[in-house]
C-alpha cells in the first residue's frame, strides 16, 4: 500500500506563490511518475501536472503551464508543486497521485492511469 499526504493548501490572494507537498511512503518512490489533480466545485477532477520518476521529465495542463512547476525529491519521498501567479480559477482541492507501475509514464494526464491518492488539500485564491 502507498500513503499520500498532501498539506500546503490556503486561502491565497489572486497574483500569490503557493508551495503544495505529497509526502509519500509504502513503496520506492523513485521508480514511479506522480501526478497532481485538481478538482472544483460541481467539477470533474482534472489533471494538472505529472514527473517522472527522477524528476527529468514534467507535464503540464495547457491552463498552468509557465505558472506551475512540479518536482520531487526521492531521498525525501515528496512531491512538490510549485504554485506562482494564482487565479481565481485555480481555487480546488489539489491531490496527488502515483502510479503504481514502474518507469510509466504515457496516459499521464489520465486519472485512470494512477492507483492511489491523497485525501486532497485546498486552495483558494481570492481576486
Known amino acids: 500500500q502507498v500513503q499520500l499526504v498532501e498539506s500546503g493548501g490556503r486561502l491565497m490572494q489572486a497574483g500569490g506563490s503557493l508551495r503544495l507537498s505529497c509526502a509519500a511512503s509504502?513503496?520506492?518512490?523513485?521508480?514511479?511518475?506522480m501526478g497532481w489533480f485538481r478538482q472544483a466545485p460541481g467539477k470533474e477532477r482534472e489533471f494538472v501536472s505529472a514527473?517522472?520518476?527522477?524528476?527529468?521529465?514534467?507535464y503540464y495542463a495547457d491552463s498552468v503551464k509557465g505558472r506551475f512547476t512540479s518536482s520531487r525529491d526521492n531521498a525525501k519521498n515528496t512531491l512538490y508543486l510549485e504554485m506562482n501567479n494564482l487565479k481565481p480559477e485555480d481555487t480546488a482541492v489539489y491531490y496527488c497521485?502515483?502510479?503504481?507501475?514502474?518507469?510509466?509514464?504515457?496516459?499521464?494526464?489520465?486519472?485512470?492511469?494512477?492507483?492511489?491518492w491523497g485525501q486532497g488539500t485546498q486552495v483558494t485564491v481570492s481576486s
Open positions: 497521485a502515483f502510479r503504481n507501475e514502474p518507469y510509466k509514464i504515457s496516459g499521464y494526464s489520465s486519472k485512470a492511469n494512477y492507483d492511489y
Open positions: 509504502g513503496r520506492t518512490f523513485s521508480s514511479y511518475t
Open positions: 514527473i517522472t520518476w527522477l524528476g527529468r521529465n514534467t
